[in-house]
């Protein structure tokens, strides 16, 4: 790899740390605002937020990286499309990294509201009265239910969702698509509505970045093991916005592919 190339890969990266970031610094602070402010967000209008901040980060990268944002949708991109498999890890640990550092800066804005929830509700960090604060930055499934329907849920969202993604993105779409000027817009909407739509049924994450760099972060900050597993004794339920994801795009892909094939 010569220096050209090290320079290109190194800007693809700064762009996907960055994309992934915004993402995480817009939702993960609504439902801060939300949770210890007097301003309530509905789900409708944080879903919302979540749909606009990919939008923004799309238009934000999508010239410079090709907007994956999503570790999920780099590894679909590279078993299903011919993306070079050298950028996989790179783009996967700038994502991650991003949605980690984020939640670092977004900790930080929130961190006296946050002490003022904690003096006020006697709550301890790291413990399970602790797991009211990470819903905030995390992404934990409804324990009450099954870690087969939750992660059926999971499955179904992303696969829904990079079938929407690629017909957007095909070439012989509609003529007001041409121009892409729409389809971060258009991206957006379903991301909010997916969201609208199942989030009542399991929490969802659509991004393993999106769960994992918040995870990550609170487990330094004194939720330990409780951040991955949510309080809950079966450590599979902390797989489950990692890994559905990434099985429900690659199947989307496969279904997608398979019926243009026909």
């Known amino acids: 790899m010569n220096i050209y190339q090290k320079k290109n890969i190194i800007k693809k990266c700064i762009f996907e740390f960055l994309g992934t970031g915004l993402i995480i610094f817009f939702g993960i602070s609504c439902l801060a605002t939300s949770k210890l402010t007097h301003i309530k967000f509905n789900q409708f209008e944080i879903s919302c937020i979540w749909g606009l901040s990919v939008a923004l980060s799309i ?38 990294l991003g949605s980690f550092f984020f939640t670092i800066i977004v900790y ?20 399970i009265e602790s797991i009211d604060l990470a819903y905030i930055f995390c992404v934990y499934p409804n324990y009450h239910k ?3 329907y939750d992660s059926i849920i999971e499955i179904f969202s992303n696969t ?3 079938i929407i993604l690629l017909e957007l993105n095909k070439n012989k779409n509609n003529f007001f698509l041409k121009d892409k000027f729409i389809t971060p817009i258009l991206i957006g909407c379903a991301i909010c509505i997916i969201n609208l739509v199942m989030n ?17 972060f609170l487990s330094l900050m004194g939720w330990g093991a409780l951040s991955f597993t949510g309080g809950n004794n079966n450590i599979l339920y902390c797989f489950i916005p990692i890994i559905g994801p990434i099985i429900g795009s690659n199947l989307g892909g496969w279904i997608h592919k398979n019926i243009n094939n026909h």
């Open 160 to 162: 829904l969702f990079i």
């Open 200 to 216: 009542p049924l399991s929490n969802i994450s659509l991004n393993p970045a999106r769960d994992l760099g918040p995870k990550i």
């Open 146 to 148: 099954s870690v087969i």
């Open 108 to 127: 930080y804005f929130y961190s006296h509201l946050l002490n003022i929830f904690i003096k006020k509700n006697n709550i301890i960090i790291g413990t």
């Open 59 to 96: 238009y934000l990268t999508s010239t410079i990286s090709g907007a994956h944002l999503n570790p999920a949708i780099t590894i679909f991109f590279w078993l299903f499309s011919k993306f070079n498999k050298k950028k996989v890890l790179p783009y996967v640990f700038s994502q991650i």
